[in-house]
């Protein structure tokens, strides 16, 4: 899970580094993890109304418009033995969809049952996971009275076995103001996180909201599905993940370029109005963050302030000059050429004229490539 350039905490470490026992949430912050969806464990053991709780809280959190995932182990088989689907499911398929009038139902084998596999399988699009378990997990937690609750349990509340529906009743409404306000951004942070390995960093929250910032001064609705939008990345570091996954632009449709100048910032291209500006990262953040919002983990600092703060106090945005050249549109290649000494193809105006002909830049060399590509001398 690392290979990013990161090194900051994973989810589930952060997770487990808390160690208050109960905690009063702040609304409009996720507790327990830095990117949605907020997961709640509704914990107690058999019989204590586990489930009863969670039919009522998955119906009245989808009647408040939030998207709701429901995540349980069960010791019990899926089909009943002899079913047609058992029989199939028997002869060892790597994975089984079954399509029924009620449901479509994807079958993967039953893996460790680990939360972090369980949440896998949750789309980016849900806002509420609600995880029935009888063990504790590393998740804020609703708690069974006939239950204890164990070192560094977060318990955002409890039910008795006779007063489940008052309980619910008070817990949706702790769970919704636990959601993001912002939830197209939580979204969009999650798809980022997957792209980013998972892997939840500063760099990575603020090259998301850079790209979010910029989309929004550009009046485009992203990721951009039309070749409209053109990115040139000045960071190759976890921030240029993010911007790929909000933009939709990527090295392989030609939309987004790197010149790796060590900044977090890019700039923009909107190729139907022909607008075009950079938007780059104040410098002074890290000290605002820790000012802000103190606490003993800067990574969690940071994060926080990078999720929370305007973007006026995070951001610079500038005009500038940028038009697309022959060389630089996204398609076929407009002329591909062999090189004279190597005889490689180069495509698009990479090479260099020279007097032995046509080279490519790695056989022209620094000195003979300094008079400029075909595609620099046509600009
Ligand atoms: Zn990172
Ligand atoms: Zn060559």
Known sequence: MTGNSCGGPTLRQTAKTMSKTVITPTPGILVGRPIGPQVICVRGPSRSGKTSLCERLVAGLGQSGLRVAYLKR????????????????????????LRATDRLQVTHGPGEGTAAELLQQVPHDIDVVLFETHA??????????DAEPVEGELVIGSWSLDGIDAAAAQHLATIASLVPRDRALDRTLRIALAFHGGHACPGMVLGARLAVTAGRAL????????????????????????IQTVTGCRPGKRTMKFLDYGKLAARFLDAETGRAIRVSTRSGLRDIARDRFPGPDR????????????????????????????????????????????????????????????????????????GGTTAQREV
């Not at 504790?136 to 009275?145: G, H, M």
């Not at 939008?229 to 000045?234: A, R």
């Open 299 to 370: 990574h969690a600092s940071q994060m926080r302030a990078y999720l929370d703060l305007p973007a006026e106090e995070l951001f610079t945005i500038s005009p500038v000059q940028w038009s697309l050249g022959l060389y630089e549109q996204p398609g076929p290649p407009v002329r591909r050429v062999e090189c004279a000494d190597c005889g490689e193809e180069v495509s698009d105006g990479r090479e260099v004229p020279a007097a032995r002909g046509l080279l490519c830049q790695a056989c022209a060399g620094p000195d003979t490539a300094r």
């Open 219 to 242: 009046e485009l609705a992203l990721p951009d599905r039309r070749k409209r939008l053109f990115v040139v990345s000045e960071t190759d570091r976890c921030g240029a993940d993010a």
């Open 74 to 97: 069960t010791h019990h088989l899926l089909d009943l033995p002899g079913k047609s689907s058992a029989r199939l499911w028997d002869t060892g398929p790597a994975l089984m969809v």
């Open 136 to 145: 504790p997990e590393p998740y804020p937690a609703i708690l069974s009275e």
